[in-house]
């Protein structure tokens, strides 16, 4: 996990990541500024609240403190128990973490594709 959390900070990953956070508020400023606020509207600005909270906000708050926390970790002079035990105190949180942001992100997304099916 260690290499996975070095290798996932790339330009690829912030673009994905920061991207939809940029675009998403533009949006939905946008809609506000092109139809007014109508239903589109309503469900951009929930798609992008739901992204900001729940994948955002969830990744800066939950996870990144455990990524760096793992990082910080020495688990070259680590026994077999204490490799065992740090894994249960990072992988539980951790995955219940990715599991908000996973579901987060897919809600964020359905919301996101129905504002635009139902504009045309």
Known sequence: ????????????FFMSFMGSLIMLPLSTWMSSRAGGYDLSFYLLLAATMLYVAG??????????????????????????????NKRKEFEIP???????????????????????????
């Open 94 to 120: 951790w995955n219940k973490y990715n599991m908000i942001r996973t579901l987060t992100n897919a809600v964020a997304l359905a919301v996101l594709i129905w504002s635009i099916v139902r504009k045309y």
């Open 55 to 84: 994948v955002f906000g969830v990744t800066i708050f939950g996870n990144v403190p455990l990524n760096e926390a793992l990082d910080k970790w020495d688990m070259s002079t680590a026994t077999l128990q204490e490799l065992n």
């Open 1 to 12: 996990m260690q290499s996975i959390n070095r290798a996932i900070l790339n330009p690829w």
